[in-house]
């Protein structure tokens, strides 16, 4: 007797081929048989008539660092059918942290969610996620900004041989401990204050730990095609495989660049470099408003980035420097505010900046600083900033893989705050209702390939991402017809439909559209335990 058995599905198996008719026999977590099983019995029986039965999907650009300390069900992503997060995107990571960088990031989670945080080294944070039992699995990053904040700090400048040498002892350590590559936010200090150089001697310890380079580039607009050339020259110069994180072009005036940067992405791979994107069906981006700061407001960090702000000659100076900017990238009515932390401000939530400088009468970025000060750096922004033929272009490109960009949210408790972007609840699913069957820019296998053996064979994971005999059990079951997004700018705290079961490391953790509790979770690691 199995422990599951999936009858009458039709499996897309993850492989882009064409889908087939087969039973999945499931037991101690594994995939042990496929076919036509009508004979078979076991303890759980799943009909999948007239669905679709696929591998678990894939979040290659989560951050989800924090939610399952917080949330442990993390039921934003696992009813989208994501069985597994990549965490540590972006530059950001929660290990490993030295001297202020660990007190900078306890005092943070502890002031925001009344949780300890703070780990030393990626092990002590690995060890104490599987210790939280998450109903997902998570996978790591090592941040590089984490790593700069640790060993330089929030400085604007090269770091010294010896700081230089402790970062890629940093570096080799992670890796060591499991984590399956480096990020990079290179907008974001202090990964911003990093050239080309220093980034490559860390890519070369990635490469010789088989890891992989995924990076936040230093510009998806004005400079989208140079940003690209770097990831690819860092990529040619260490021999390490390169992910272009949520690649878009922002800015009406760079709309149709993703058409020169995906050539971009194919010449490197006809050369031999394995550079590939990842990419959120969304024409808005979202990030903390102190990015629209110039890098050298933030050095030295947050107190002397709100001292700035508070100087009136120097808020001038901002403003003159980055308004051109704001205003390029599609002005002020299409910046939202999706967060803050006080009483105050939490009407602001959701208006855009036009909206909220009109009706404190000031001007917009006087009222962007103000927010900046008065919610001491904790704005969230969503900005309306990408064309749609864009976003399918790359969505349609065989170089790119669906990521969030976003984290595993709920309808309510301390997750449930402020006015996220919709991707946190919606991504995958959002790919299969609107690309797959409404516009058909994408198969239904397509699609299925681009969330799960893709990200699986670019991470690392390989016993996940394709239905076969002896691969973990990480399945969804999809009805094609009615899986539908309800997430939107306006309501984006509402959970998709249409994921009807979910099955992670072969237990059941969603039946019937409806969580059954269950937590199998695991930290999955590069080189084991």
Known sequence: MYDVLIRNGMVVDGTNGP????????????????????????????????????????????????????????????????????????????????????????NYYREMYGVEAGWQSVSEYLDALQRARPAINYAM???????????????????????????????????????????????????????????TELCKVVARYNGFYATHMRSESARLIESVEETIEIGKRSNVSVQISHHKACGEKYFGKV???????????????????????????????????????????TERM???????????????????????MGGYDKIHISYVVSEKNKPFQGKSLAEIAKVLNKDPLEAAFDLIVEERGRVGMMRFAMDEEDVKLVIKSPYSMIGSDGSALSTEGVLSQGHPHPRNFGTFVRVLARYVRE???????????????????????????????????????????????????????????????????????????ELTGERPGRVLRKFGK
């Open 19 to 106: 889908w087939f008719y087969a039973d999945l026999a499931i037991e101690d977590g594994k995939i042990v048989e496929m076919g036509k099983l009508n004979r078979r019995r076991a303890k759980v029986v799943i009909d999948a008539k007239g669905m679709f039965v696929c591998p678990g999907f894939i979040d290659i650009h989560s951050h989800s660092d924090f939610s399952a300390f917080v949330n442990p069900f993390c039921e934003s992503k696992l009813r989208q059918g994501v069985t597994t997060e990549l965490v540590g995107n972006c530059g950001y990571s929660l290990a490993p942290l030295i001297g202020s960088a660990l007190e900078e990031t306890k």
């Open 141 to 199: 990053l090592v941040g590089h900004g984490t790593i700069r904040k640790s060993i330089v700090g929030y400085e604007n400048r090269r770091p010294t041989a010896e700081e230089m040498r402790r970062m890629k002892d940093l570096v080799a350590q992670s890796l060591r401990q499991s984590v399956f590559g480096l990020s990079t936010g290179l907008i974001y200090p202090p990964g911003s204050f990093a050239e080309t150089d220093e980034i």
């Open 259 to 301: 058409k020169e940067t995906l050539k971009m992405i194919e010449q490197a791979r006809n050369e031999g470099y394995d550079v590939t994107c990842d990419v959120y069906p969304y024409t808005a981006t979202a990030t903390d408003l102190d990015a629209i700061l110039p890098d050298w407001v933030h050095e030295n960090g």
């Open 306 to 328: 709100l001292e700035r702000l508070k100087d009136p000659k120097i808020r001038e100076k901002i403003k003159q420097q980055i308004d051109p900017i704001q205003k390029a």
């Open 439 to 513: 516009l058909k820019l994408l198969s239904v296998e397509e699609a299925v390939w681009k969330m799960t053996s893709f990200p699986a064979r670019k991470i690392g994971i390989l016993d996940r991402g394709i239905l076969r005999p002896k691969m973990t059990a990480d399945i969804v079951i999809f009805d094609l017809d009615r899986v539908q997004e309800l997430a939107t700018f306006e309501d984006p705290k509402r959970y998709p439909k249409g994921i009807v079961h979910v099955l992670l490391n072969g237990v059941v953790v969603l039946r019937d559209e």
